[in-house]
């Protein structure tokens, strides 16, 4: 009798405090739970702040963290090594740092982030739990976290916290039906713009809007016949926004349809009437073109629905041969027509730049009027491979990269062919789905959300998915 009411007792204890034999042991659940890859250096510190417990991924059993709250993690022969304190424990399979109770108080700060993490001072805090791995010569940090502080994380990133709030909600919406189609099939999305961008814990006083803005929207998805969508959006269209074939090619996706966009014209959006030049030599680069080769001309044959442009030829006089060429650059150069962007992309001040958009027209440096054999007069971007009757009675080809041009009273050299061509265009981005100007622009027009959200993504409703 004694030995069953023993066995009770302990059952009893059990039950009343399991935490005594579990806390630690098993990572809690997050709702609806969101993986972020953390792009941190082959070592990093972080400091613990709340209830946490390290875990052994090897012998899924606990790591004493003792009164430090800093922990250090390292790749090395492909193993991860942690150090807490004086101690230094190796693992083939990584180590779990990990919530015990969930509250808004724990926090995790990470210090040696890698520079493509573009966090301040390498550091950045974040909510969630941490499972560190090794991964070649580096570590696979993933951050464990629920939908909601993860898009704390993001959507101050992706849209500044002064922006009207239904703007701010719409973009919620769009940052959650984002991440919940790209996390499918994927062990985790990535914390850069190859998904979107996160920073880890928002700042309660900065952020204030943008936190409002994910609040009154949880659960809230954009959906299309009943399922949430990816939902891409960029700065702004430049007046009317793009169909999705004609951004990337590949199949139509339905609620992706080039709409009107009056509202992303506004005295806050800078994005209008921008320039950028490309020199010669840097185009002749990227065409691959021979040192007997001269880009004379960049033309634009056929623009998308929504104004992008779509079909371009480069003009290419041979000096060898003195024939002109026409070089079709879609399908050839340009995979598809927003690839144009970075194709045509500057260099200033030893930094590269993609263009802010396709949606742009091209001059080259040079403009010369040219009177012809019959009297008329004609303007052309070059000199180059034209045939002039010289002093003597004598025809030849322009062939030298300057000519001698008699003025009224001396001569002067001038560029046979263009030294550079000047990109003018609007917009910024690829010009698909949401305008984030314009609905910068509708919001502050009486637009709410759902309305905002309509607009953009063709044929869908805005309905919460639980």
Known sequence: MKKIWMICLTISCFFVFPHLSLAGATPITYENEVNV???TNSTFTTAVNGQYTLMNLDTNAPVSLGTNKSVRLESKSGQVIVTVGTQAIASTKGFMLHETVQQDTNELTLTGMHANAKVSNNTMTVRGSLTIK????????????????YLKGVVPYEMSNYFPIEALKAQAIVARSYAHVDLKGKPYIEMTEQSQVYKGKEDPTAHNRTTEAVEGTKDVYLTYKGNPIKTLFYSSSGGRTENSEDVWGGTALPYMRSVDDPYDRHDKNTHYNWNRTLSHSQLADRLKLSSSELVIGLQINNRTTGGNTKEMNAVIFNRLTKTTSQRALLGTDVRYPDAYRKFFRTIENGVERSLPSSRFSVKASTSNAIMTGNGTVERSDHLVGYKIQQADGTVTTVNDANVKVKTKDSSILVPSSPVSFTFTGSGNGHGA??????AYGMAEAGYKYDAILKHYYTGTEVKKVN
């Open 37 to 39: 890859r953390l792009l």
């Open 134 to 149: 090794p991964s070649e010569s580096t570590l696979l940090v993933i951050n464990t976290l629920d939908m909601q502080n």
């Open 433 to 438: 789905g949401m305008s984030q100007w314009g």
